[in-house]
Nanobody, 123 residues
Framework: QVQLEESGGGLVQAGGSLRLSCAASGRTFGSMGWFRQALGKEREFVAFIKWSGGSPVYADSVKGRFTISRDNAKNTVYLQMNSLKPEDTAVYYC??????????????????WGKGTLVTVSS
């Protein structure tokens, strides 16, 4: 069983930056992703990274502003968010797969989820 815990959320002004962290308990060899869900909207894909850390994938809405990375020695994945916009306001969730995947943007392929951390971007 893998447990995930996000941290780093908070309130920031538009144009600012935040770095989210997701610590995994237990060793995972899976791919990891970040998703977000704004109030009244469906959960949406944000970023994906393979076990090796290569070739990350981003949603078009965050490309060029967000960076996903991972430190396998620490069982931690990060999401650096720059140039934040009010529309980035959401609860951000990290997730991991049981097995390493090369590519996916679908939440259905992720087996374990954190409880989320709230990011609020004020205008």
């Amino acid at each position: 069983q893998v447990q995930l815990e996000e941290s780093g959320g908070g309130l920031v002004q538009a144009g600012g930056s935040l770095r989210l962290s997701c610590a995994a308990s237990g060793r995972t060899f899976g791919s990891m992703g970040w998703f977000r869900q704004a109030l009244g909207k469906e959960r949406e894909f944000v970023a994906f990274i393979k076990w090796s850390g290569g070739s990350p994938v981003y949603a078009d809405s965050v490309k060029g502003r967000f960076t996903i990375s991972r430190d396998n020695a620490k069982n931690t994945v990060y999401l650096q968010m720059n140039s934040l916009k009010p529309e980035d306001t959401a609860v951000y969730y990290c997730a991991t797969t049981k097995l390493p995947l090369t590519y996916t943007v679908s939440a259905s392929f992720f087996d374990y989820w954190g409880k989320g951390t709230l990011v609020t971007v004020s205008s």
